[in-house]
């Protein structure tokens, strides 16, 4: 480059020699989130009980709010005490989750703003994507090249009965069943967009290029998984000097 070319670039004042912020094209100031709960919790001598719900959401650091991650969440615990020798625990846990991702992920987003030179601009004069630096900044536009929508569910519960012995002092028995399960719904779209070039004579622009294809993938996922355990404890103590303990589990689990 001439020192006068090298001055165009630097004043940034004519179009031909443009000097581009792709940092400040590509990322954000900040990436909003916000996160809020309330919850509950009281109960009596004879039952206790806790309740939460939840919200949290979050944008990505990348410019055009393209992407996003969203989650609710509630829990709930209630212990009940029967009687002197029953005790009965319920959990129960459940969120969703939601996901709005660009088609590319960010450690290809921030190749893409890498492989940017400054001394192209990313789109010719009517507002089509140059095809200088490979098109690259397309993929800021889920529009034009696609998205990946990711939605999953999360549910657990778990039941707790505690029984003491009341004819055997020091024995008790324990049974826990918990029930967990996970779904999982993916939709990946991909799209083939077109790469421009700036005619100066006709003042218009001309395809010269395309990247990426067409292309749809839908993507679903379960699992569940059941655990029972069950155990008998022993604890004593005698003369206040001796501790006698013993326990019997036994565990069965399917997924």
Request: aromatic share 16%; glycine share 0%.
């Given at each position: 480059y001439t020192e006068d070319e090298i001055g165009k670039f630097r004043e940034g004042t004519d179009p031909n020699y443009p000097n581009f912020d792709y940092y400040d094209y590509f990322v954000r100031d900040y990436a909003p989130q916000r996160q809020q709960n309330i919850s509950v919790r009281g109960g009596s001598e004879s039952i206790r009980y806790f309740f939460l719900l939840g919200e949290s959401k979050q944008s990505s650091m990348w410019e055009g709010d393209n992407q996003d991650y969203s989650k609710y969440n509630f829990r709930s615990n209630v212990d009940a005490k029967i009687n002197d020798n029953l005790d009965i625990s319920l959990i129960f846990g459940a969120r969703t989750e939601e996901r709005n991702n660009l088609i590319q992920d960010s450690y290809l987003m921030a190749s893409c703003l890498q492989y940017s030179w400054p001394i192209f601009a990313p789109k010719t004069p009517d507002r089509k994507i140059a095809s200088t630096n490979y098109g690259l900044t397309a993929y800021l536009d889920k529009d034009l090249t696609g998205y990946i929508h990711d939605r999953r569910n999360v549910f657990n519960g778990n039941l707790t009965i505690n029984y003491k012995i009341p004819f055997v002092h020091g024995l008790s028995a324990r049974v826990t069943a918990s029930r967990d399960m996970y779904f999982r719904e993916e939709k990946q779209w991909l799209k083939k967009y077109l790469t421009?070039?700036?005619?100066?004579?006709?003042?218009?622009?001309?395809?010269v290029g395309s990247r990426g294809t067409n292309s749809l993938r839908l993507s679903d996922w379960k699992d569940a998984a059941v655990r029972l355990q069950g155990s008998l404890n022993y604890a004593r103590s005698f003369s206040e000097k001796h501790n006698v303990g013993a326990l019997l589990l036994y565990e069965e689990f399917e997924s």
């Open positions: 421009y070039t700036w005619d100066e004579a006709a003042q218009t622009s001309n395809v």
